[in-house]
Nanobody, 129 residues
């Protein structure tokens, strides 16, 4: 399975950006997905995640109300819509995925960071003031 993240770049404070994560090569069509970020000198942290059935999503407090994690079917692409960006949002953003067949752990639940099986290569987001 491969995850291809794209869409990063330079954006001004208060602006918007859309990140994409295209998933390919899996036998399973259902998957739970997440976006994480890592700023220089800091640990990787959760941004947002969505369950395998797509019915539930989870957001870190610092992005609630500003970011959303919609998923497009059947293209297997997960997005991160970033609105009202702040300088603290500057980081490398990573997408992650784990198979979530019906009845499995991640069909109704969002995984923790250690439970994701596949990771994308990261895309840099820089917010300028």
């Amino acid at each position: 399975v491969q995850l291809q993240a794209s869409g990063g770049g330079l954006v001004q404070v208060g602006g918007s950006l859309r990140l994409s994560c295209a998933r390919s090569g899996s036998l399973f069509s259902l998957h739970a997905s997440g976006w994480y970020r890592q700023a220089p000198g800091k640990q990787r942290e959760l941004v947002a995640s969505i369950t395998g059935n797509g019915d539930s999503s989870k957001y870190a407090d610092y992005v609630k109300g500003r970011f959303t994690i919609p998923r497009e079917e059947p293209s297997n692409t997960v997005y991160l819509h970033m609105n009202e960006v702040k300088p603290k949002d500057t980081a490398v953003y990573y997408c992650a995925s784990v198979d979530a067949p019906y009845g499995g752990n991640y069909y109704h639940n969002t995984p923790t960071m250690n439970e994701y099986t596949y990771w994308g290569q990261g895309t840099q987001v820089t917010v300028s003031s």
